[in-house]
């Protein structure tokens, strides 16, 4: 299938109304125009403030290369969003995942609580104990936290040595200060059998549980952003209007304040993080929440290379304090024109979401462990692109389901539909970001 050209901008100009207003032009505020467009609605008003759409799905061309800001790729169990997705990315490229963790100077295989053999004597000993001990125990209470499941699921070797490391880098919080509920399905043992293989060596793992993304496909052409572009092409009578700040919204006037004047609209849906959107409402009975709501910022280091020496894994998991970065991703591995004739390395490091910007020196800190390891060599990078998210991740704090709860019922007793990754702070995927602006043009064409 040919993918829609994408729309030229919609001219510089605010209505002073609309039927239905979006704030942000991201998948999830793009998907929800889509549906609200094919179901007869012209009435519709996109506004983004960066200046052009996408949200984290947006591509580097530079210098001929194609990879995307953030890496993204598209597995999913829900038919209806694969169907959108598929419809929108045109020809894909199907893979199926190869994963591994950075380990001690060599690698392991991904899940690492399947490939226990692959550890030293010293540490398959020490996750044997901590696993023995689990089992003889007795039953443990319900657990409060991340830390506690994963110290009752996993036993304290295998938590301590690579599940703790990983997710306090990735998350910038403690365990002990994070939710459990969203990864609760991800991170469970092998049985009985799948356990002896892991520790003492056998048929490598074919868990599906643990690998949501076991299969994924990727768009042949135009990176992530491809997508993107296929959604304006789809919505062109209503094209977003870029470059639009929302600096204000008064429910009771049903009016959104922005940077070029005030708009008044029947329906708002706002793809905006939960947190700001609360703010600009002014809404007072979630004052405690909301400051609660806390992500990470992410830097991510975009390198062509002429050669790269990392065994085959589509994605690498890197838990070693001491490194400045948490994953790496071989982009050129599902997208053999990411750089033509080369390589394509991301490289991924979490920083606190209340950081102001990525820290001086950061970059040079990554090329220089990338070049100490053995991973690049100076003579073989054609270029480096860097690019700073925030927010990127919404953590699943403590608090996570209360705090969230409160602050979007609250939005919608003012008449305001929140939605998505950010508009929802939930752990969202693309399929979920897809279903969600299914779901709250839903609510509005009901």
């Known amino acids: 299938m040919m993918k829609k050209k994408a729309a030229a901008a919609r001219p510089a100009s605010l209505p002073a109304k609309a039927g239905v207003v979006i704030l942000g032009a991201g998948l999830t505020g793009l998907v929800a125009a889509r549906e609200l467009l094919r179901a007869g ?7 983004e403030r960066d200046a052009r759409p996408g949200g984290l799905m947006k591509t580097n061309r530079s210098g001929g290369v194609t990879i995307d800001e953030l890496p993204h790729v598209f597995f999913t169990r829900n038919r209806r969003a694969a169907g959108v997705f598929r419809a929108l990315a ?11 963790v950075m380990w001690k100077g060599g690698w392991v295989d991904f899940p690492f609580q399947d490939n226990i053999h692959q550890l030293s004597p010293e540490d398959r000993r020490r996750v044997l104990v901590s696993l023995l001990e689990n089992r003889s125990g007795g039953p443990a209470p319900g657990p409060r936290n991340l830390e506690e499941y994963a110290l009752r699921e996993l036993g304290a070797g295998i938590t301590d040595l690579f599940f703790r490391p990983y997710n306090e880098k ?3 919080t403690p365990l002990a200060g994070m939710s459990y509920a969203w990864l609760a399905s991800k991170i469970r043992l092998p049985g009985p059998a799948g356990l002896a293989e892991s520790i003492l060596g056998g048929k490598p793992s074919s868990r599906g549980d643990v690998a949501p993304h076991a299969e994924f496909i990727y768009p042949k052409t135009g990176g992530i ?5 296929g959604l304006l092409g789809e919505i062109a ?21 922005t940077s070029r004047g005030p708009v008044r609209y029947g329906r708002l849906i706002s793809t905006l993080p939960l947190d700001k959107a609360v ?45 400045p970065f948490y994953r790496l991703t071989r982009a050129d591995l599902f997208n053999p024109r990411a750089v033509p004739g080369g390589k394509a390395l991301i490289v991924e490091c979490a920083l606190p979401g209340g950081s102001a910007a ?10 220089a462990a990338l070049l100490r390891l053995g991973i690049i060599k100076k003579k073989d990078i054609r270029g480096v692109w860097a690019y700073d998210h925030c927010p990127a991740y919404p953590v699943p704090h403590a608090r996570h389901a209360e705090d969230t709860g409160a602050c979007l019922r609250s939005l919608a007793r003012a008449g305001i539909i929140s939605a998505g990754r950010f508009g929802e702070w939930a752990v969202y995927n693309m399929d979920h970001s897809i ?5 709250a043009a839903g609510k509005i064409l009901k």
């Open 225 to 229: 952003e491809g997508v993107i572009e």
């Open 170 to 172: 990735l998350w910038q």
């Open 279 to 323: 703010a600009l409402a002014g809404l007072r009975d979630c004052r405690q929440a909301a400051p609660r709501l806390r992500a990470t910022r992410v830097l991510c280091l975009h390198y062509a290379l002429s050669a790269v020496n990392l065994p085959p894994y589509h994605w690498i998991y890197v838990p070693d304090p001491a490194l």
């Open 41 to 47: 609605r012209r009435d519709i008003l996109l506004l």
């Open 358 to 367: 990525a820290p001086a020196g950061l970059q040079a800190r990554v090329t």
């Open 90 to 100: 045109g020809p894909v490229y199907s893979h199926r995942h190869r994963l591994g």
């Open 435 to 439: 279903e969600a602006g299914l779901a």
């Open 237 to 257: 009578p209503v094209s977003p209007l870029c470059g639009t700040a929302v600096t204000g919204i008064d429910a009771r006037r049903k009016t959104v304040l």
